[in-house]
């Protein structure tokens, strides 16, 4: 079973984060930032991971820490969860539109961290949401999960659209990498023998 959970305490946030890499792409989240429960669930339905985020954190002065430490927690999730990494594709990628935005996503499930992020949003903010933190999340994620993540907004006008398109490719991305491979199920994927 290709599960875990993950609790993160700090002065700052306090997330509890549930994920299973088989599931159906079933989402309950709550972090606060409703923004970021929305891109979120674009990770589960386009994953077809089952995903559980509840956060609570210091919002008041903004979203940056419980935006990062979901991303850091989701990315420690990930990594629980695939174990050796023994049986998996490891490599996946997607291109994903959202009307006249483009964006395209490609990870190696390396145990390698490495973001390398070329998104230029339209605008700053979408609703109350700072973009910036779009990548703060990234950065999290690739950090703890130990991949590593190429992202690139093709083109886009809308910033909601732009932001989407990542999160969808990502999902996408993902999905494809932590597959199992039939004809490999009992090999780690590196002339090394680990991730």
Request: proline letters at 2%; charged letters at 25%; hydrophobic letters at 40%.
């Amino acid at each position: 079973m290709r599960q875990a959970t993950v609790s993160r305490n700090t002065s700052e946030t306090r997330i509890e984060v549930s994920l299973s890499l088989d599931g159906s792409g079933g989402a309950e989240l709550k972090t606060g930032v409703p923004f970021l429960d929305h891109m979120l669930d674009q990770v589960a339905r386009h994953g077809a991971f089952d995903l559980r985020v509840h956060a609570e954190g210091d919002t008041h002065i903004d979203d940056h820490h419980t935006v990062e430490d979901v991303g850091i927690a989701l990315g420690q999730a990930f990594a629980q969860a695939l174990g050796e990494r023994r049986g998996v594709v490891r490599y996946g990628h997607a291109y994903v539109p959202l009307d006249e935005a483009l964006s395209r996503v490609v990870v190696d499930l390396s145990g390698r961290p490495g973001l390398h992020w070329f998104v230029a949003f339209s605008r700053e903010r979408v609703g109350q949401f700072d973009l910036e933190l779009a990548r703060e999340f990234f950065q999290g994620f690739v950090n703890h999960a130990a991949i590593t993540l190429h992202v690139d907004n093709l083109r886009g006008e809308n910033a909601h659209h732009q932001c989407e398109s990542v999160f969808k490719a990502f999902a996408r991305a993902l999905r494809m990498a932590v597959a199992v491979d039939a004809a490999h199920t009992d090999c780690v994927p590196s002339t090394k023998g680990v991730l």
